[in-house]
């Protein structure tokens, strides 16, 4: 890991830990809680387009898949959570594998409209025949591991930022291995890696398979959590959501999807204040920072601090 | 038999119509400038609302509410282009269209603002006995979106093949930077191209509200269908996105009235999904061109 990368990670364990002692309010906390969520998804998507440089709009298909599958297996066969979220993880995989199969070979708005397309068939596969139809089900267990059943508010945060943090880590050490190094030069260009010997399609799938784990595992933390899924929840506007999350955040950067998954989670709800006008109020801010934060807020962000301490050593 | 056969085609003529406006609004804003505008679908229904409004509301005659709403509309697009798109120079394409995203969301608060969360109608174009062939009902209206359609494809035609905007349009698609030496204002051509777009949107909406009804947020899946539209006849291709429309709207309504209403969606993106496997550059674009394509 790098010096920057080891102080982020310093202090997200710093926050993950302070938070729920800081502010002991639930709302606060839930509203971290589907952050996390929604972070796991984004930092799948952000190795994908960041680091891979494949586009995706289907990752709500992979997270319903995660949260069907998973409340599926434990509600009515009665697995362990675990095991069917671990189950779930393995469909969504085995998903990845038959949509990336065809569909890497497609590029720029033709992958985006076949990941689409996927995203939505997923999603009408579990309005019609799915638990419950398009009303949904609900009595979904709580996550609970090895006898202990987590069902506070408090232990969902840590559970769901424990993994955050933990898949953040593994993300982070697969950028900077040989892996990470070759993803990156298939974003620069695809022509040379294959000269140099590189499998660029393996590596594709792979890195599809490990976006859609990942949006699988939170779609199961989801659904566990919530105890009540219906298929609204897994429709394109999720997808373009995360994908929103992403970029907002600095596509470039693993941190940012964190940062723009907990702006684009907390922002709806600071606007309730504005009531009808919130609909309004959220496209103009995210336009606005789409338009002058072009490269996102955390390489942004990098960026300042690069200049500040120029400046510091400037002036000594 | 053959009546409810020609019952579903007619149904699926009529919403293929509008998912073909929309797709070649999307192309229109694609040839010009390589941008997706997944905003296409806001103005469709922009068109019907404001139409409504015009109409019903303010009781002006048909023509003239017609002309409103289209020059609305127009408005509408050339604002959205000055102000985002214009100003942003060598952007990323996939930020432009999240931006695109973004001023739908835009957009839909706007309209939700103005006109709230119900669905509006107004009077079909003619009043008078539906049509009948073969024992099929056709609603007069049915008519009018079908021959509405057409004649913008009409349109379109001529002015993308004789008039000398048009073609200056044609060739900011294929060469940006040469359209510029030439002398054409490639600024200007983009404004053009999204204020068209969103005329031809609005046309649509103003064509099928008397038939389906329009609320505020029918905008983003009229776009997922228009698009789907765009890409099975192959992107750019206006000819292919009318193919592409009314494809996808006799197999969405086929598929509701044969086989299950829930799976109208599903078929015809598992048709596009094949298309883009085995025939990724759609019905009518050529490999060739497709690699000369930048994005």
Same mark, same amino acid.
């Given at each position: 890991?790098?010096?920057?990368?080891?102080?982020?990670?310093?202090?997200?364990?710093?926050?993950?830990?302070?938070?729920?002692?800081?502010?002991?309010?639930?709302?606060?906390?839930?509203?971290?809680?589907?952050?996390?969520?929604?972070?796991?998804?984004?930092?799948?998507?952000?190795?994908?387009?960041?680091?891979?440089?494949?586009?995706?709009?289907?990752?709500?298909?992979?997270?319903? /898949?995660?949260?069907?599958?998973?409340?599926?297996?434990?509600?009515?066969?009665?697995?362990?959570?675990?095991?069917?979220?671990? #189950?779930?993880?393995?469909?969504?995989?085995?998903?990845?594998?038959?949509?990336?199969?065809?569909?890497?070979? =497609?590029?720029?708005?033709? +992958?985006?409209?076949?990941?689409?397309?996927?995203?939505?068939?997923?999603? /009408?596969?579990?309005?019609?025949?799915?638990?419950?139809?398009?009303?949904?089900?609900?009595?979904?267990?709580? #996550?609970? =591991?090895?006898?202990?059943?987590?069902?506070?508010?408090?232990?969902?945060?840590?559970?769901?930022?424990?993994?955050?943090?933990?898949?953040?880590?593994?993300?982070?050490?697969?950028?900077?291995?040989?892996?990470?190094?070759?993803?990156?030069?298939?974003?620069?260009?695809?022509?040379?890696?294959?000269?140099?010997?590189?499998?660029?399609?393996?590596?594709?799938?792979?890195?599809?398979? =490990?976006?859609?784990?990942?949006?699988?595992?939170?779609?199961? +933390?989801?659904?566990?959590?919530?105890? #009540?899924?219906?298929?609204?929840? #897994?429709?394109?506007?999720?997808?373009?959501?995360?994908?929103?999350?992403?970029?907002?955040?600095?596509?470039?950067?693993?941190?940012?999807?964190?940062?723009?998954?907990?702006? /684009?989670?907390?922002?709806?709800?600071?606007?309730?204040?504005?009531?009808?006008?919130?609909?309004?109020?959220?496209?103009?801010?995210?336009?606005?920072?789409?338009?002058?934060?072009?490269?996102?807020?955390?390489?942004?962000?990098?960026?300042?601090?690069?200049?500040?301490?120029?400046?510091?050593?400037?002036?000594? | 038999?053959?009546?409810?056969?020609?019952?579903?085609?007619?149904?699926?003529?009529?919403?293929?119509?509008?998912?073909?406006?929309?797709?070649?609004?999307?192309?229109?804003?694609?040839?010009?400038?390589?941008?997706?505008?997944?905003?296409?679908?806001?103005?469709?229904?922009?068109?019907?609302?404001?139409?409504?409004?015009?109409?019903?509301?303010?009781?002006?005659?048909?023509?003239?509410?017609?002309?409103?709403?289209?020059?609305?509309?127009?408005?509408?697009?050339?604002?959205?282009?000055?102000?985002?798109?214009?100003?942003?120079?060598?952007?990323?394409?996939?930020?432009?269209?999240?931006?695109?995203?973004?001023?739908?969301?835009?957009?839909?608060?706007?309209?939700? $603002?103005?006109?709230?969360?119900?669905?509006?109608?107004?009077?079909?174009?003619?009043?008078?006995?539906?049509?009948?062939?073969?024992?099929?009902?056709?609603?007069?209206?049915?008519?009018?979106?079908?021959?509405?359609?057409?004649?913008?494809?009409?349109?379109?035609?001529?002015?993308?093949?004789?008039?000398?905007?048009?073609?200056?349009? $044609?060739?900011?698609?294929?060469?940006?930077?040469?359209?510029?030496?030439?002398?054409?204002?490639?600024?200007?051509?983009?404004?053009?191209?999204?204020?068209?777009?969103?005329?031809?949107?609005?046309?649509?909406?103003?064509?099928?509200?008397?038939?389906?009804?329009?609320?505020?947020?029918?905008?983003?899946?009229?776009?997922?269908?228009?698009?789907?539209?765009?890409?099975?006849?192959?992107?750019?291709?206006?000819?292919?996105?009318?193919?592409?429309?009314?494809?996808?709207?006799?197999?969405?309504?086929?598929?509701?009235?044969?086989?299950?209403?829930?799976?109208?969606?599903?078929?015809?993106?598992?048709?596009?999904?094949?298309?883009?496997?085995?025939?990724?550059?759609?019905?009518?674009?050529?490999?060739?061109?497709?690699?000369?394509?930048?994005?």
């Amino acid at each position: 890991m790098k010096k920057g990368d080891s102080i982020a990670f310093f202090v997200l364990i710093f926050l993950i830990i302070l938070l729920p002692v800081l502010s002991g309010s639930t709302y606060t906390l839930t509203v971290g809680i589907f952050s996390g969520i929604n972070a796991l998804v984004a930092i799948g998507l952000c190795i994908l387009m960041g680091y891979a440089g494949q586009v995706s709009l289907g990752q709500a298909g992979f997270y319903g /898949i995660g949260a069907y599958v998973s409340s599926v297996l434990s509600l009515h066969i009665g697995l362990p959570i675990v095991i069917s979220t671990i #189950f779930a993880m393995i469909v969504a995989a085995i998903a990845a594998v038959i949509l990336s199969v065809p569909a890497l070979r =497609l590029k720029g708005h033709y +992958l985006a409209v076949a990941t689409l397309g996927f995203g939505e068939i997923i999603y /009408i596969i579990l309005n019609e025949w799915g638990p419950g139809g398009p009303s949904g089900f609900g009595d979904i267990p709580h #996550f609970s =591991l090895l006898g202990y059943t987590v069902d506070s508010t408090t232990g969902y945060f840590y559970l769901i930022w424990g993994l955050v943090a933990a898949v953040m880590f593994f993300s982070i050490n697969l950028i900077h291995s040989r892996t990470g190094r070759a993803l990156r030069a298939i974003h620069e260009s695809e022509l040379a890696c294959n000269a140099m010997g590189l499998n660029v399609v393996a590596l594709k799938i792979k890195v599809f398979i =490990l976006s859609a784990v990942y949006a699988s595992l939170a779609g199961s +933390l989801y659904a566990h959590y919530v105890t #009540f899924i219906s298929p609204s929840s #897994f429709s394109l506007f999720y997808s373009i959501l995360v994908l929103m999350m992403v970029i907002v955040g600095g596509i470039t950067n693993l941190w940012g999807a964190i940062i723009g998954a907990v702006v /684009i989670t907390v922002l709806p709800e600071l606007l309730r204040r504005f009531e009808e006008l919130d609909v309004l109020v959220y496209g103009l801010i995210l336009t606005l920072s789409l338009m002058f934060f072009k490269k996102g807020l955390v390489p942004i962000l990098i960026e300042k601090i690069k200049k500040l301490r120029g400046f510091a050593v400037a002036k000594h | 038999m053959l009546t409810v056969f020609l019952q579903f085609l007619f149904s699926g003529l009529t919403v293929g119509a509008v998912y073909a406006l929309v797709g070649i609004g999307f192309n229109i804003t694609y040839n010009a400038t390589s941008i997706i505008n997944l905003a296409q679908g806001e103005f469709v229904v922009i068109g019907g609302l404001m139409m409504w409004f015009f109409s019903e509301s303010l009781k002006l005659p048909f023509l003239v509410s017609v002309a409103f709403t289209i020059v609305t509309a127009g408005i509408v697009g050339l604002f959205m282009e000055r102000l985002t798109i214009k100003p942003l120079k060598n952007p990323d394409l996939l930020l432009m269209i999240m931006i695109t995203i973004a001023v739908s969301i835009v957009l839909r608060g706007l309209l939700m $603002l103005s006109f709230g969360k119900n669905p509006y109608v107004y009077p079909s174009f003619t009043e008078g006995e539906p049509v009948s062939i073969y024992g099929a009902i056709i609603q007069q209206q049915t008519l009018w979106v079908i021959g509405i359609t057409g004649f913008c494809i009409i349109v379109l035609f001529f002015f993308f093949k004789k008039t000398i905007t048009g073609k200056a349009m $044609l060739a900011c698609a294929v060469n940006p930077t040469a359209a510029q030496l030439v002398g054409i204002n490639v600024s200007k051509m983009v404004m053009v191209s999204f204020v068209l777009s969103a005329i031809v949107g609005a046309i649509g909406g103003i064509a099928i509200t008397p038939i389906s009804l329009m609320e505020y947020d029918k905008g983003p899946m009229l776009a997922v269908k228009g698009f789907c539209a765009a890409i099975m006849g192959g992107l750019g291709s206006n000819r292919g996105a009318v193919l592409g429309g009314f494809l996808i709207g006799i197999l969405e309504s086929m598929t509701a009235g044969y086989i299950h209403s829930g799976l109208k969606d599903a078929v015809a993106l598992i048709i596009l999904l094949l298309i883009l496997f085995f025939k990724p550059a759609g019905i009518f674009v050529s490999k060739t061109m497709l690699q000369l394509r930048k994005f």
